[in-house]
């Protein structure tokens, strides 16, 4: 019982580090753009359809580059669409961006077809991994580095270099950061691109472990507004604890109650805004308030 309870937890880790990557790109536009963007999730399938494109035709290593691709499908995206809804109500960018997530999904299912499509993990990947009662398939420890070592490289973007400072600034003072003569509108679709390729990457790892389909997208918004709730609006650290807490939740509902999977995540979005109404590390973001 200890050792399935355990695997089961790990899996819930890989499960929760996959979270927190669909939820830092959502908190990014989120949180510096102030757009309330429900395509995000077409984004994140978007990604492993691209991946799934790529390894066909060249093999995995041509992979790496589908969230390049999907990042610049989002900056063209926002140059046309979103950025005409800065300033407008929260419940028009809703409207527009769940249209654009409809829009996004119908389109690969006139490309891809509607029937889910197999991605392999790579060969090298194969394998089961043991140590002690832990039993685990190479491919998800895999994942556990690849979504580690993807956040720790974000984090220091954003705090210790200057353009990920400016886009920090430009999210919580648009303003100021234009006044000092930086290009905001540029800087606006670099950050809309960033959360649109950070999606695209939780997207290829989560290709192996779910089936590529369109209604992927469907499976990873929800999820992804509970963990930015969670976590707090904006915060790359809360977005980090909140996924692994609501993958772990998750797994050990699924080992008991596998019924109750879907809701668990619900009621534990409730209870922390009971107990935090503004997320684990949420703050008080004037632009919104």
């Not at 939820?23 to 984004?43: D, E, K, M, R, W």
């Not at 790529?54 to 926002?78: K, N, S």
């Not at 999904?105 to 140590?131: C, H, M, N, Q």
């Amino acid at each position: 019982m200890l050792e399935s309870l355990l695997s089961q937890a790990v899996n819930g880790l890989v499960l929760g580090f996959i979270y927190v990557l669909i939820a830092v790109g959502l908190s990014i536009t989120f949180g510096l753009l102030g757009i309330i963007n429900f395509a995000h999730g077409a984004f994140f399938a978007l990604g492993a359809y691209v991946a799934y494109q790529l390894y066909q035709m060249f093999g995995w290593p041509a992979v790496v580059f589908a969230p390049i691709i999907v990042g610049v499908v989002g900056m063209v995206v926002e140059v046309v669409l979103i950025r005409r809804l800065y300033g407008k109500e929260p419940l028009i960018s809703l409207i527009v961006t769940f249209a654009l997530g409809l829009l996004i999904e119908a389109l690969i299912r006139v490309f891809w077809g509607s029937d889910g499509k197999p991605l392999s993990p790579p060969s090298a990947l194969t394998g089961v991994f043991e140590y002690g009662p832990l039993l685990i398939t190479n491919y998800r420890v895999a994942v556990l580095l690849a979504t580690a070592l993807t956040l720790a490289a974000l984090w220091a973007f954003l705090s210790y270099t200057p353009y990920g400072r400016i886009l920090r600034a430009g999210g919580r003072d648009p303003e100021m950061v234009d006044m000092l003569g930086i290009n905001l509108p540029r800087l606006l679709t670099a950050a809309f691109g960033l959360g649109c390729a950070i999606a695209a990457i939780a997207g290829v790892l989560a290709g192996p472990l779910w089936t590529v389909s369109p209604s992927m997208a469907t499976n990873a918004i929800m999820p992804a507004f509970v963990v930015v709730a969670i976590g707090g609006l904006g915060s790359f650290r809360g977005a980090v604890f909140a996924g692994l807490a609501v993958g772990v939740v998750i797994s050990l509902t699924i080992q008991f109650k596998p019924d109750a999977a879907a809701a668990s995540m619900y009621a534990f979005m409730f209870l922390m805004l009971l107990l935090r109404p503004r997320g684990l590390f949420g703050e008080r973001w004037e632009r919104f308030e």
